[in-house]
T-cell receptor, first 113, second 112 residues
Framework: DAGVTQSPTHLIKTRGQHVTLRCSPI?????VSWYQQVLGQGPQFIFQ???????GRGNFPDRFSARQFPNYSSELNVNALLLGDSALYLC????????????FGQGTRLTVV | GDSVTQMEGPVTLSEEAFLTINCTYT??????LFWYVQYPGEGLQLLLK?????DKGSNKGFEATYRKETTSFHLEKGSVQVSDSAVYFC???????????FGKGITLSVRP
């Protein structure tokens, strides 16, 4: 079985640009969560989507947005990129809203220059 | 708000040494507690979990006991291996906000 897959694995963007990160959950999982992991820190919660609806939002500016598609895959969008947005972005999937069995992807490494 | 505090790192041990990584938490209600591991170049993997007080989670020789009275979930292993070298994160989920709250993580290096 395929695990959680994220794309791209790495990308470099310029300040002010927009970026879209993608996540495909494990087959059968209906919940997708996004986390930002800055170097040397633990992951910080950005969003959770369950059954295509936003179920939780972390303390991030409105430049961050996300959506979940009918096949339960998800996109994270970040507008007007800042240098401080450079981080590893992690996607996690789980069967439902309960996180006791959340599985993480390998992440997308975003560098803003 | 909810928070997780991990001991400062990094930690360097010799193979077969005993490992303890401290984790304490602050949370409303009764959270579930987790240890995640991140091997070099890989994503987070769930190592073990405990969902109520006095539960002991265990996996791959690692153990942690949910201590409500001390709000702790310390990770232990009796004999570490070189392959245990990784970053370890303690985390909690209260169920109220559909999110995991992580500690800063600690890097463990095990030398042969």
């Amino acid at each position: 079985d395929a695990g959680v897959t994220q794309s791209p694995t790495h990308l470099i963007k310029t300040r002010g640009q927009h970026v879209t990160l993608r996540c495909s959950p494990i087959s059968g999982h209906k919940s997708v969560s996004w986390y930002q992991q800055v170097l040397g820190q633990g992951p910080q919660f950005i969003f959770q989507y369950y059954e295509k609806e936003e179920r939780g939002r972390g303390n991030f500016p409105d430049r961050f947005s996300a959506r979940q598609f009918p096949n339960y895959s998800s996109e994270l969008n970040v507008n007007a990129l800042l240098l401080g947005d450079s981080a590893l972005y992690l996607c996690a999937s789980s069967w439902d809203r309960v996180l006791a069995e959340a599985f993480f992807g390998q992440g997308t490494r975003l560098t803003v220059v | 708000g909810d928070s997780v505090t991990q001991m400062e790192g990094p930690v360097t041990l010799s193979e077969e040494a005993f490992l303890t990584i401290n984790c304490t938490y602050t949370a409303t209600g009764y959270p579930s507690l987790f240890w995640y591991v991140q091997y070099p170049g890989e994503g987070l993997q769930l190592l073990l979990k405990a969902t109520k007080a006095d539960d002991k989670g265990s996996n791959k020789g690692f153990e942690a006991t949910y201590r409500k009275e001390t709000t702790s979930f310390h990770l232990e292993k009796g004999s570490v291996q070189v392959s245990d070298s990784a970053v370890y994160f303690c985390a909690l989920d209260t169920g109220a906000n559909s999110k995991l709250t992580f500690g800063k993580g600690i890097t463990l290096s095990v030398r042969p």
